[in-house]
């Protein structure tokens, strides 16, 4: 009688588990995808602001010149 007692709370836990795994199976997935949207409304203004000043075209030919003046 004890046996079937463990048996029967083990496959009870086993169930309940398995129902609330099943229920957040999904989650991580969502959260990335929220992430990996965020990262991309942030790129997207960063790049228009790029595109509306000359700040990063100054910038990168500062850094190319400083680095092809160590060169020569």
Avoid: I, P
Wanted: proline share 0%.
């Amino acid at each position: 009688m004890l046996n079937l007692y463990v048996f029967m709370q083990t496959l009870l836990a086993r169930r309940v588990m398995t129902w609330f795994d099943r229920d957040e199976r999904g989650q991580a997935t969502a959260e990335y995808a929220l992430v990996l949207l965020g990262a991309a409304g942030v790129a997207l203004l960063v790049m228009a602001w790029a595109n509306d000043s000359d700040r990063v075209t100054r910038l990168l030919n500062k850094v190319f010149d400083h680095l092809l003046g160590r060169v020569q």
